[in-house]
């Protein structure tokens, strides 16, 4: 006859034994499953971050980890190959851009920028005649901490106004008299690459 002792598998030294290896089990795939999605989560951060780096918070970690290129200035002869358009075509092709929509566009633009136009083909260069309706000074609170904006409004299509962006280094000055409001100024193919980065519906629109 055998007899219940404290080796057996109904003892209760093995049943507690069962118990905490049942629990260790739980506890050890608990850890793997965290652990699978801190992976799973910093790997969906990093495309996140590096494919999206119009955003504020992603370009200055980028920036701060010295992850991006430095913005890269361009001639005309070695520009990103793209079409030109004049006021008016870029006016119509992005009239009924809204919302989300228009959001989601100027992101796309922004990253082209950003990321200094590679491997990027089809980019959109303004051209055209334009009036100056007002000059300013780039201030250190906006994009470009150095250089002028010129209000520009399409000399063949009011509707359609162009925030012409010229920034320069600290030490360099434009001087003001290059610019001034009511002259008329030639955005031409051959000698500037304007591209757009940057699409906005004014209130009156």
Not at 51 to 65: A, I, M
Not at 167 to 173: L, N, Q, R, W
Request: charged letters at 25%; aromatic letters at 14%; one cysteine or more.
């Amino acid at each position: 006859m055998d007899f219940l002792t404290e080796h057996t598998d109904f003892s209760r030294e093995a049943r507690e034994e069962r118990e905490d290896n049942i629990g260790s089990l739980f506890l050890w795939s608990v850890v793997i499953v965290v652990l699978l999605g801190l992976n799973a989560f910093s790997w969906i951060f990093c495309m996140y971050v590096f494919g999206n780096p119009e955003v504020p918070f992603n370009y200055q970690l980028l920036t701060k980890l010295k992850r991006l290129d430095p913005l890269t200035g361009f001639k005309t002869t070695d520009a990103p190959r793209g079409k030109f358009f004049n006021a008016k075509s870029l006016y119509l092709e992005h009239y009924d851009y809204a919302g989300e929509k228009l959001n989601a566009y100027n992101g796309i633009l922004k990253q082209y920028y950003l990321k200094n136009f590679l491997e990027v083909e089809g980019i959109k260069f303004v051209s055209g005649t334009y009036k100056v309706e007002s000059v300013r000074e780039l201030l250190p609170d906006d994009v470009f901490p150095h250089g002028i904006a010129v209000r520009l409004q399409a000399d063949d299509f009011p509707a359609a106004h162009v925030d012409f962006v010229l920034p320069c280094p600290a030490d360099f000055e434009i001087p003001a008299e290059h610019f001034r409001v009511g002259d008329v100024i030639q955005i031409q193919e051959s000698a500037t690459c304007a591209a757009l980065i940057h699409v906005e519906k004014m209130e009156e629109d």
